[in-house]
């Protein structure tokens, strides 16, 4: 069975600059979500897909928008990017209902000089 | 929206000591989640314990959902248990809200 999986683990990006963030969702998961955590913080939820869906949203601008694939697979993108968006970003695939439990990715981490 | 609190926020062991976690949640919940985060960073999976009890080796968590709050019970510590632990819970909005966490070191 294969694990949550993030491509790529690090990048640095200048501001103003658009990123795209990518997942790979566990085998036989429908549902993806993303969270963002900023350094000494708790995870943050940005939004969540189901069935190439967006069903959910956290309180952030619509600079943060994505996207789910026929095969479950995600992307993350964020536009016009800011020094407050450096952040650990993970993301986790559940299956089924919504409120199925969690599994999460290593994360990417993104750095905005 | 949902409010979650963890205690201790910070906690250091001696190895081989026992400890408990705590947290408290303001509202009813469908999913609850205790959480490792290891040094680099990726968030491990321990328990999906909406309510009642299970036990996972030297582990054990216990939710009384009525009472709103949870409890994560590790025994036997060891150096590799340190990090960053996560209480997450879910009330019907799709998304988890987690605590801020307690941070465990355990000393040789």
């Known amino acids: 069975e294969t694990g949550v999986t993030q491509s790529p683990t690090h990048l640095i990006k200048t501001r103003g600059q658009q990123v795209t963030l990518r997942c790979s969702s566990q085998?036989?998961?429908?549902?993806v979500s993303w969270y963002q955590q900023a350094l000494g913080q708790g995870p943050q939820f940005i939004f969540q897909?189901?069935?190439?869906?967006?069903?959910g949203r956290g309180n952030f601008p619509p600079r943060f928008s994505g996207l789910q694939f026929p095969n479950y697979s995600s992307e993350l993108n964020v536009n016009a990017l800011e020094l407050d968006d450096s952040a650990l970003y993970l993301c986790?695939?559940?299956?089924?209902?919504?409120?199925?439990?969690?599994?999460f990715g290593e994360g990417s981490r993104l750095t905005v000089l | 929206g949902i409010q979650v609190e963890q205690s201790p926020p910070d906690l250091i062991l001696q190895e081989g000591a026992n400890s408990t976690l705590r947290c408290n949640f303001s509202?009813?919940?469908?999913?609850l989640q205790w959480f490792h985060q290891n040094p680099w960073g990726q968030l491990i999976n321990l328990f999906y314990?909406?309510?009642g009890t299970k036990q996972n080796g030297r582990l054990s968590a216990t939710t009384v959902a009525t009472e709103r709050y949870s409890l994560l019970y590790i025994s036997s510590s060891q150096t590799t248990d340190s990090g960053v632990y996560f209480c997450a819970v879910e009330a019907g909005s799709y998304q988890l809200t987690f605590g801020k966490g307690t941070k465990l070191s355990v000393i040789p």
């Open positions: 897909y189901y069935r190439e869906e967006e069903n």
């Open positions: 509202d009813s919940v469908n999913n």
């Open positions: 085998s036989g998961h429908n549902t």
């Open positions: 986790a695939s559940s299956l089924g209902s919504p409120s199925g439990e969690l599994f």
């Open positions: 314990i909406p309510s």
